[in-house]
């Protein structure tokens, strides 16, 4: 589903005509050594691509407009070898539209000081050359990622890394389609919002489907296809009896295929990177869609239950930013607590969607009643999400502004038997502990859907939302009470 080598990142020097020809050669020439480090052993999931030196207003400005205009341009790296006098840049910093990361850097590691002179100061100018430029980035109020540090250094290079997976995602999240089966839960606030003014803000559209168009593509899938889906439940997961070839529930199993197999359809005919039901409108279908959502969430759809477009869009899209990292991403909700002194935790789950990439562990698929929907019983996946650290993600609608809300958690070693809770589960503690994590969740008004990640960190989160220009709330081992009232408070103020 995800192909970054449909994207690239485009590495501005800037320098300017006052150096003469041997220094701009040389400019560009170590330019290109950077850019060939960086590009090197997979360290940037995207290809950096190399742009002329730019050393007058008009360079700058016909590139930065190019840079919007290029679809596979995703972002921009700026860097100023030598002085590069900022006014030249505000025409093109005012017209770009693509993120920017400011990268201060300079070609040599060390200081050569046995051999210094005033040719190698003309040359390597970077620390007074991008002060100049952040000095103009900052007064016109232009956010961007600041990466500081030697180019060679394996840390500033994660850094890029990670910005370059956050450019990836705010380009797929303007492109992206969300489909809705059914409209929202009933009564619930959280879970819907202004859809006109996400497409606005972040991009991506929303919009219904008649469920009888979906189950008429439920019911359009041919034997063959149901037979070779199920085959691959077989080779893939524990069957549990009734659902093995004879036991006396396997024609739920075809069903469950089926409805996987029509929603895949339905999802891949329409272009669509994420969809949204709700056990409230399954009409015609034989049962709510437990297996499908999972399945289809591993491979990389978003999903929201209970109409809940915001997380399925946001799922989908820290999905993406995450391709080719260990761990995996999950729709969760904060199901229920376990207040014991000292080992306090929060158990995660939903009634059946929870996406299988959360585990290495063995995944069990199995079939029990589900008491809301009235519906016969739904096929699902059962298992333990891994230990580890995570995040647990929501974007809400407060009616004039989206907020995103982070919390860091650390995913617990799930050993507890839970012979009668017949769901995917995660346990995790919140960061800073459960009192002041829970308290800032719910001061800051945050969902009870999330996103859970297993390989986004807060740090990603927190540059994501700076990128998208949304209020980021994050709840983490800094978090102080007081303190973040405060910035709620002055939020307030400053998005209004
Ligand atoms: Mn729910």
């Known amino acids: 589903m995800f192909d970054f080598k449909e994207y690239e990142i485009w590495f501005i020097t800037g320098s300017q005509h006052l150096y003469g020809e041997e220094t701009l050669k040389q400019v560009a020439a170590n330019a290109a050594v950077i850019v060939k480090g960086l590009n090197s052993e997979g360290k940037i999931p995207v290809h950096l691509a190399i742009k002329p030196t730019v050393k007058s207003p008009e360079e700058v400005t016909n590139l930065l407009r190019e840079a919007n205009y290029d679809d596979r341009c995703i972002g921009v790296i700026t860097w ?24 201060h850097t300079q070609f040599n590691r060390d200081i050569p000081f046995s051999t210094i002179d005033m040719d190698f100061m003309n040359l390597n100018q970077s620390a007074h050359g991008d002060r100049e430029h952040a000095h103009i980035l900052s007064k016109m109020g232009i956010a961007r990622k600041i990466v500081v540090g030697h180019w060679q250094n394996e840390k500033v290079a994660h850094q890029i890394s990670n910005w370059a997976r956050l450019a990836i995602g705010k380009s797929r999240l303007t492109k992206i389609k969300i489909a809705r089966f059914g409209d929202n839960m009933r009564e619930v606030a959280v879970t819907d919002g202004d859809k006109v003014s996400a497409e606005m803000k972040f991009g991506f559209s929303v919009n219904y489907f008649g469920v009888a168009d979906l189950v008429d593509m439920i019911n359009a899938q041919s034997e063959n296809e149901i037979n070779h889906l199920i085959e691959e439940y077989e080779d893939k997961y524990d069957l549990t009896k009734p659902l093995l070839k004879y036991g006396d529930k396997r024609n739920s199993l075809i069903d469950a295929a089926r409805i996987e197999l029509g929603l895949k359809t339905f999802l891949k005919n329409g272009g669509f990177s994420g969809y949204t039901n709700t056990f409230e409108d399954l009409a015609g279908m034989k049962q709510l869609p437990g297996i499908a959502s999972q399945r289809l969430m591993n491979a990389g759809y978003g999903f929201g239950a209970e109409g809940d477009w915001k997380t399925s869009a946001l799922l989908h899209t820290i999905k993406c930013m995450a391709h080719g990292l260990e761990g995996g991403n999950s729709f969760m909700e904060d199901y229920t607590y376990h207040f014991e002194p000292n080992n306090e935790m929060v158990l995660g789950s939903h009634m059946l969607e929870i996406c299988p990439s959360i585990t290495t ?3 069990s698929c199995e079939i029990h009643p589900l008491g809301i929907g009235g519906k016969e019983d739904p096929v699902r996946l059962v298992f333990n999400a891994d230990k580890g650290p995570a995040i647990n993600v929501s974007l809400v609608d407060l009616g004039h502004r989206f907020r995103l809300i982070v919390n860091k958690v650390e995913g617990v070693e799930v050993s507890q038997e839970f012979p009668h809770l017949p769901t995917a589960r995660a346990l995790w503690k919140p960061y800073p502990n459960m009192e002041v994590g829970l308290q800032g969740w719910l001061l800051a008004g945050g969902a009870h859907h999330t996103v859970y990640s297993q390989n986004i960190s807060v740090q990603m989160m927190e540059d994501f939302g700076e990128m998208l220009d949304v209020e980021t709330i994050i709840i983490d081992e800094n978090t102080d009470l007081k303190l973040l009232k405060n910035q709620i408070k002055i939020n307030e103020n400053y998005y209004k």
């Open 80 to 103: 100023m070898h030598t002085f590069s006098p900022s006014k030249m840049w505000i025409k093109g910093l005012s017209l770009l539209q693509k993120p920017i990361l400011h990268f």
């Open 361 to 363: 562990k063995k995944v």
